[in-house]
């Protein structure tokens, strides 16, 4: 049902201009953009749990893939005025991944910093080699996580925060997650608090 309403905001795109008609089209986009993510990581989350996902392999620059996240997290992070900072390595940082699922792992984590990162807060994303791993950092100055909390962030039936407008159903960051521990990788939260 995505398929058709998507198909019938873009043909209320070709309408004459109207502004009451363009604010709606702009709400129904806007969440539908939003329920069609939820939805893949729904999915994607059920493929990690019965096995069934499919990582596709190949030598990427772990800067490549950063850089495609950071162009879909953009105007987010754009609209909610935030500073962002971020340093990549002079030199290509291969690893064997899925490219795809490096970026939905990194837009993600993005995507969180940006959510409860009060507007006009602080977002820094480092790559580096660290002997001999690749390390990816997102730090903001956002809103912290509860000590009681952040052992069970990964948690896909906790959410980080009920009480934050932008509190999701708690799948990202496990979806997250699982896709690192399939490529071999760990993931770890930190936080001094709420």
Known sequence: PLAPLTTATELMRRLPADPALTELRTIIERQLEHLTRLVDDLLDTSRITTGRIVLRREVVDLRDAVRHSLE??????????HALAVALPDAPLCVDADPVRLAQIFTNLLNNAAKFTPSGG??????????GDAVV????????I?????????DPRRRVDERHDDAGLGIGL???KGLVELHGGTIAACSDGA
């Open 72 to 81: 879909t997290v953009r105007p987010l992070i754009e609209s909610r005025r």
């Open 122 to 131: 602080r977002i820094e994303l480092s790559v580096e080699k660290r002997e």
């Open 137 to 144: 950092t997102v730090r903001d100055n956002g809103i912290g």
């Open 146 to 154: 509860a000590a009681e909390v952040l052992p069970h962030v990964f």
């Open 174 to 176: 496990s979806l997250v």
